[in-house]
């Protein structure tokens, strides 16, 4: 009779994987991958950097920028700049476009705190910014770190001006005040997600009083339009036409004794928007399918507003790209597959009740591939079919990509989405596959350089694909 252990090896579903899959050369490999990583994290701590870098990175690889009607061909790279904020990458590849294309999405948006449209004031002796949240933040951990301002204002008279203040050593950084605990007892009390609330998070920007003749009413927050005005040439009103967010003035650093983490702000979903950059960018020969990768904006809104993956910048793309073929772009979205390149929530063993254990994701498990995400029965879920998610790990499995499945927690604990039912709306077969996090969300977010690694493994893989899925 059989025994149990090899019954086990042979029918049961084999968990212990990941890291200890890599050997000591792919270790390597994976740290290694992890500097570039940290140097783009450090470069691009909004959306707009994100995309400026991101183009930037593509320029040296020879992409060029998309022309709507020209009749690109295979192994021709170009890129389409959506306003500063999105970004398509694309590389031509050897199949017709009838035969669909490989996209992945990630999104460059994090949550932060966005000034608000007339944020400056001075009150009890102290200038401060007020700000409007953006995205799903825990408020309470945004008190007491230092904060940098990053963005673009668009003066009166038209001209734009491009702000990073906080990022260098030199640089002053800002500040949101907390409570001393000897007089927080009353705050104490409160639940936490109303601990700091939405009116009190505003940011210290000075403290000094103007020495001339406006000494007295508002003359801290005169001295600081004064400094704005010699510096940038900006006045008051100028605020009204800016996007100014607030953002951790951090870098990436290197946590654990073992360096096998990376703690920085805005891995969700920076982490994936590098990695499906890097597998475009890397790509040695041509691809089987044409490669569409997308850095898109307002993912941590609801992807609403022209920037945001609801807007139809990727099917006019698509029609540009098709139509000197001859070929209708919807013809092409119908035979496309897509990975919705995003995050997925590692298990926490400190906070162990919101996940289920066997189905969380895990810290060095891997790529993680999310079927669904979705709350309260996986409503604004994709929920990819079983044929696509047949079709995703046997491509993984053949190269060797070590990968994982994950689920956003316990089922009710709470839930959340990703742009994957926006591109599967398209009629694109679609799965949510990206890197574990933990402490999503928070001003500084973990992950482990291992599943960076074998995320990029994954997209690298899906871009070069060579079999078609065949969807009956
Ligand atoms: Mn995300
Ligand atoms: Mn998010």
Redesign the pocket.
């Given at each position: 009779m059989e025994e149990l252990k090899d019954l086990k090896a042979r029918l049961a579903m084999n968990r212990d994987g990941g890291a200890v899959k890599l050997n000591a050369e792919q270790k390597k490999e994976a740290f290694a991958f992890a500097e570039g990583y940290k140097k783009f994290l450090d470069a691009a701590k909004t959306e707009r950097e994100a995309v400026s870098t991101a183009i930037e990175m593509a320029k040296e690889r020879g992409f060029v920028e998309f022309i709507p009607g020209n009749k690109y061909v295979p192994g021709d790279k170009v890129y389409y700049n959506n306003r500063g904020k999105a970004l398509i990458l694309c590389v031509m590849g050897n199949d017709p476009l009838t035969k669909g294309v490989s996209i992945m999405a990630a999104h460059v948006d994090s949550?932060r705190l966005d000034l608000k449209p007339n944020p400056l004031y001075e009150d009890g002796k102290i200038a401060l910014f007020k700000t409007h949240y953006y995205?799903?933040i825990r408020k309470y951990q945004w008190p007491s770190i230092p904060l940098a301002l990053h963005g673009v204002i668009v003066r009166a008279d038209g001209s734009k001006l491009t702000i990073s203040i906080g990022e260098n050593p030199e640089d002053p950084v800002f500040y949101v005040t907390d409570l001393l605990p000897h007089l927080g007892a009353e705050q104490s009390k409160r639940s936490l997600a109303d601990g700091i609330r939405g009116e009190e998070l505003n940011v210290v920007v000075g403290s000094l009083p103007y020495e001339g003749d406006l000494t007295g009413a508002d003359s801290i927050k005169m001295n600081i339009l004064k400094l704005l005005n010699e510096q940038y040439g900006l006045v008051e009103s100028d605020f009204l036409s800016a996007e100014l967010e607030v953002v951790p003035a951090d870098k990436a650093r290197d946590v654990g004794f073992d360096r096998s983490l990376i703690a920085a702000h805005g891995q969700?979903?920076r982490v994936c928007g590098y990695t499906a950059m890097m597998a475009t960018l890397d790509m040695e020969e041509i691809p089987t399918k044409t490669c569409v990768t997308i850095l898109c904006d307002k993912?941590?809104i609801g992807s609403e507003g022209n920037t945001g993956f609801q807007s139809s910048y990727l099917p006019y793309f698509i029609d540009d790209l098709a139509e000197p073929y001859g070929i209708k772009g919807r013809k092409v979205l119908s035979a496309s597959q897509c990975l919705s390149a995003d995050?997925g929530a590692a298990f926490d063993p400190t906070f162990a009740s919101v996940y289920d254990p066997k189905n969380s994701c895990y810290i060095n498990g891997g790529v993680c591939i999310v079927k669904y995400t979705g709350a309260r029965g996986k409503s604004g879920s994709n929920d990819a079919s079983a044929e696509y998610m047949g079709y995703i790990r046997r491509m993984l499995d053949e190269n060797e990509v070590v990968w994982q499945f994950g689920e956003l927690g316990a089922v009710d604990a709470g839930g959340?989405g990703t742009v994957a039912c926006y591109i599967a709306n398209m009629d694109v077969d679609t799965v949510d596959l990206g890197v574990p996090v933990l402490t999503?969300?928070a001003p500084l977010e973990l992950t482990s350089k291992i599943d960076v690694f074998c995320t990029y493994k994954a997209f690298y893989t899906f871009a070069m694909r060579k079999a078609d899925f065949n969807k009956l």
């Open positions: 949550p995205g799903g969700d979903d993912e941590e995050v959340g999503m969300h």
